[in-house]
């Protein structure tokens, strides 16, 4: 079974910065398509940012230049630093991973952009 736990979210003012992680365990693989998505109150979940089993990277527009995703050599370990946070980027975010036909998703992690 995969299991996916992110951390990393909490409170940050406007223009802070905050990273989070997302540790998967299982029966992985290092081509896995692997992401993190966004769900605001009221709102549909989205894209954030992904990795393709190539490894290219893909950004939703309003994460370009601000967000960076990155993971470990192991495939194990991803990560999402975000910068100039602002409030509309409050949202809980979850961490996804796509293997072996199935969709997997984290327990979420709270994201609150407020001063």
């Known amino acids: 079974q995969v299991q996916l736990v992110e951390s990393g979210g909490g409170l940050v003012q406007p223009g802070g910065s905050l990273r989070l992680s997302c540790a998967a365990s299982?029966?992985?693989?290092?081509?896995?398509?692997m992401g993190w998505f966004r769900e605001a109150p009221g709102k549909e979940r989205e894209l954030v940012a992904s990795f393709a089993s190539t490894g290219r990277t893909n950004y939703a527009d309003f994460a370009k230049g601000r967000f960076a995703i990155s993971r470990d050599d192991a495939k194990t370990t991803m990560s999402l630093q975000m910068n100039s946070l602002k409030p509309e980027d409050t949202a809980v975010y979850y961490c996804?991973?796509?293997?072996?036909?199935?969709?997997?998703w984290g327990q979420g992690t709270q994201v609150t952009v407020s001063s």
């Open positions: 299982g029966p992985i693989s290092s081509t896995d398509i």
């Open positions: 996804y991973r796509y293997v072996m036909l199935r969709d997997y």
